[in-house]
């Protein structure tokens, strides 16, 4: 999948990923880059198309599918995280990273993936589709769990269109999302290039940087010896 010429739409385009992402496409040569947002008039990229979609409202994903139409590249890159612990007083939290991270990418993917013949999709999953962290991000894990398999099964769907489906995980990049948290960080147009490198070379996963490369290593081991080292986690 080459970049160059094509169009492409992505999701959550206001800042952070979503920005870089919309940034590196024109860089790239992408011919159109639709940048969307709730609120179009928060996008603040030269050389993009504003559109509005909130990808939790099926009304406003079936108007941006008719008037994008054709579509080469969809970067499913929109997702909030709350405070949303599984055993909380409230499962408010907790439905609204699925309704977003979940529900919302299978249903922008559902309305544009008959679009995508011979194109890709790439879709930003997390470290946290591994694991589970801290009670707060519990809900958020939970999600993107669900988003990690919802991207596998797309592939599988998708393959006799010869739609490549790629997943970029990460657990520390320098966004609004972990502004309040202390850790080294990763540059978003860093993590975006490596995740368009890998677009382009075909892979079918990504993975960003070092924290999360060792989660996904440890998925083939005893879990215990992870979470041995988050505090209160075991008991014993």
């Not at 011979?118 to 707060?136: D, E, K, N, Q, R």
């Not at 996963?205 to 988050?230: G, Q």
């Amino acid at each position: 999948m080459q970049i160059n010429g094509t169009k492409v739409l992505v999701t959550g385009a206001n800042r952070g990923l979503g920005k870089a992402f919309a940034e590196a496409l024109l860089a790239r040569g992408a011919a159109t880059v639709y940048a969307t947002a709730r609120r179009p008039d928060s996008i603040d990229i030269p050389g993009v198309v504003p559109l509005r979609l909130d990808i939790t409202d099926p009304a406003s994903i079936e108007a941006a599918a008719a008037e994008v139409g054709d579509l080469d590249i969809l970067i499913n890159n929109a997702g909030i995280s709350t405070d949303a612990p599984l055993l909380g007083p409230s499962l408010d939290n907790v439905r609204r990273e699925f309704e977003t991270n979940f529900w919302g990418t299978l249903n922008v993917t559902r309305a544009f993936a008959p679009r995508l013949a011979g194109g890709a999709i790439l879709t930003v999953i997390s470290a946290l589709s591994w694991y589970a962290f801290a009670p707060s991000s519990n809900g958020y894990a939970a999600s993107k769990a669900a988003e990690w398999s919802l991207t596998n099964g797309v592939r599988l769907e998708l393959a006799d269109q010869k739609t490549q489906v790629t997943a970029l995980a990460l657990a520390t990049a320098d966004t609004d999302m972990l502004a309040g948290i202390d850790i080294p960080k990763l540059p978003p147009s860093e993590v975006v290039a490596q995740a368009l490198d890998g677009l382009e070379a075909g892979a079918i996963e990504v993975i960003a940087d070092k924290p999360t490369a060792n989660v996904k290593a440890s998925l083939s081991r005893d879990p215990a010896l992870f979470y041995a080292d988050i505090p209160g986690a075991l008991f014993g």
